[in-house]
């Protein structure tokens, strides 16, 4: 039997104005590109596909020359808006296909039901074809009425490596996982990843955007800040970018180019500062917290203002005055007085915040450290003094060295027995005996310290006087007291220390005291004397925080110190959240198991939260409980508050008797 042949329904040009938008059109929902925009098209390029229409009968079943348009709607009201905006004649004929069998309603489900969508990766080779063509990102975008960066996304795309494209052509890789590997242009190295990947249980897009950029270094990174993005891309440094996530500048892949341009800015930088005739410089992008423990600060003085640096810091500081004086206790304050009062505070800082001055003299057995600060700023620290440059007390002057006569000694020359008591002299007052200068001391200080028990006020400032001499000094040898007062170094480093706001915070504590102590400890004691109690109460609590070591380690057995660390906590209210530490991959999530970050997660934001990430592999589920738990001040057992220890047993009655 001969299949019967189909016969297509009729198409012709009929009038905008005699067609007319059909009530069965069932797309009802708004969804795509606008009206507006399709017109735009429209007008660019005319239209591309037809209305399909159906005649409108009479009451007699006669046509009556108008048209229903039950598919096409939005193409419809896109002709209808040019011809309200006068671009399109009334009248203008509009390609149309006539339809008289079925149901309006079945063709226009039929259009919208049957059509394939594009797939993603034609429309990323279509942009690339009008690129390829002359089209600018700008061109394209507006002719598609997408922002330019889409378009960039879209070309990025398609630089992956065809045999990844292929496999997403065949749904063998999501979307996701080709905009992962478009991290890197690198074709071989995105092979090699998939490859690895293929037998692997962990292929989230995260994953392969960590191993796409192993090896490379963020911008974020200080000492990228320090050299600069231009410095880098100037000495033929490249930068991979993501253009769909943010990547904080993208990752320089070229970490050993950045290591030579680091230390050529620092090196450079040290120079300038040997000029200043220091005994030594030590240069490091980043050197240990507390690697200055064992050294003394030289004091300098700010550089002195000229009189038009000064004429101009007191004018700042009237103008800082009057504003604050005029708006003070005012609900609202405008906003350009309060963008003027920052600048004149930054200003007024940078005054107040002038290079030191040294003696000469001391300039000669110190040394500085040149580095990078947190910020990506050189940081310039002047004035160390290691213990083995410290000057001699009381040198022996060259000149009296060469004058002073050698003893001989020969056959005829008497020998003295060094044990024997000395021949008796009635003449002048000789040195009292070492043996009993020792004796009679030893009667002092035993009732020296009978006294200072007795005086208080005294005691502390002389514990004060010594825990300055060691943490100022780095000497206690000017102290009559014997306690040693040491600030322990870090055996372990995390990364960052120096840069956290608790070290900040020391550091600007240490330097302003610095800034109020004498340049030779032998002053030291009346200047401690001269402050008042607060002072004396802060310069003695900061000597003392100096000194604490709360540092677990498992090769120490320090049960009892570390208790009394978690008293000392208690009794300051340590707050670990409030000074600063957060929960991130880096410092805690990433390097304990999967049941302690769900720990975690449900603690600080309850048991349905952590189930929406319980099923994530260890490295996706530590990234997302770090962005779940910003801002909620969690904290791992051991850097909580301590809980109170149990009240201490009472004493048995006898031992209670004993002790009354």
Known sequence: MTPTKLTLSTSRDIPFNKLVLSQANVRRIKAGLSIEQLAEDIARRTLLQSLTVRPILDGDGSETGLYDVPVGGRRYRALELLVKQKRLARNAPVPCVIRTDGLAAEDSLAENLERAPLHPLDQFRAFQTLREAGLGD????ARFFVTPVVVRQRLRLVTVSPKLLDLYAEDQITLDQVMAFSVTSDHARQEQVWDSLVRAYNREPYYIRKLLTEGTVRAADKRVRFVGIEAYEAAGGVIQRDLFEPDGGGWLQDPALLDRLVSEKLA??????????????????????????????LIGTPVALTEADQAERDQLQAEYDRLIEAHAGADAVPEEIERRVEEIGIALAAFDDRPLSFDPAEILCAGVFVSIDGDGNLRVDRGYVRPEDEPMANPVPVEAVATIPVATVDATTPQVDPVAEPPEEDEGLKPLPDRLVAELTAHRTLALRDALARAPDVAFLAVLHVLCLQAFYRSGADSALDITAHSPAFTVQPPGLADTAPAKATDARHQTWLGQLPADPADLWDTLTGFDGDSQGALFAHCAALTVNAVREPWTRRGRALDHADHLARAVELDMAAAGWVPTVDTYLGRVTKARILDAVREAKGAETAQLIDHLKKPDMAREAERLLTGTGWLPDILRAPEPGPEPESAPDDLAQVAA
């Open 138 to 141: 700008e061109d394209i975008a």
């Open 268 to 297: 450079a930088a040290a120079e300038t500062v040997r000029a200043e005739g220091w005994k030594w410089i030590e240069v490091a992008p980043d050197f240990p917290y507390g690697h200055t423990a064992r050294m003394r600060r």
